[in-house]
Nanobody, 125 residues
Framework: QVQLVESGGGLVQAGGSLRLSCAAS????????MGWFRQAPGKEREFVAA????????YYADSVKGRFTISRDNAKTTLYLQMNSLKPEDTAVYYC??????????????????WGQGTRVTVSS
């Protein structure tokens, strides 16, 4: 069992930055591929970014590539999402998720087993 708690959301103006954190507890954090997803009002949950167990490999959605950076600190059992040049269309609830133990990296939400409760990001124009 893995417990995930996101933090760092809030209200920011367009062009601004935020850093989301996801604190993990439970079994060995470094054994899980991790991802960030988001859900905007009235829309389905969508993939944002993912990172392999070692942090060597990362995936990004085209809509955030070059603006967002996913990283992890396995010693601190924490996942991060640095979001720069934010746009109003980035407004959503952001969720961190953990894949299967020892599993491979994926962009597919079905490949993630554990989910946090979400943190809201609002970008004003």
């Amino acid at each position: 069992q893995v417990q995930l708690v996101e933090s760092g959301g809030g209200l920011v103006q367009a062009g601004g930055s935020l850093r989301l954190s996801c604190a993990a507890s439970g079994r060995t954090f470094s054994s899980y591929p991790m991802g960030w997803f988001r859900q905007a009002p009235g829309k389905e949950r969508e993939f944002v970014a993912a990172i392999s167990r070692t942090g060597v490999t990362t995936y990004y959605a085209d809509s955030v590539k070059g603006r967002f950076t996913i990283s992890r600190d396995n010693a601190k059992t924490t996942l991060y999402l640095q979001m720069n040049s934010l746009k109003p269309e980035d407004t959503a609830v952001y969720y961190c998720a953990a894949g299967s133990y020892g599993g491979t990296l994926t962009r597919n939400a079905n490949g993630y087993i554990y989910w946090g409760q979400g943190t809201r990001v609002t970008v004003s124009s």
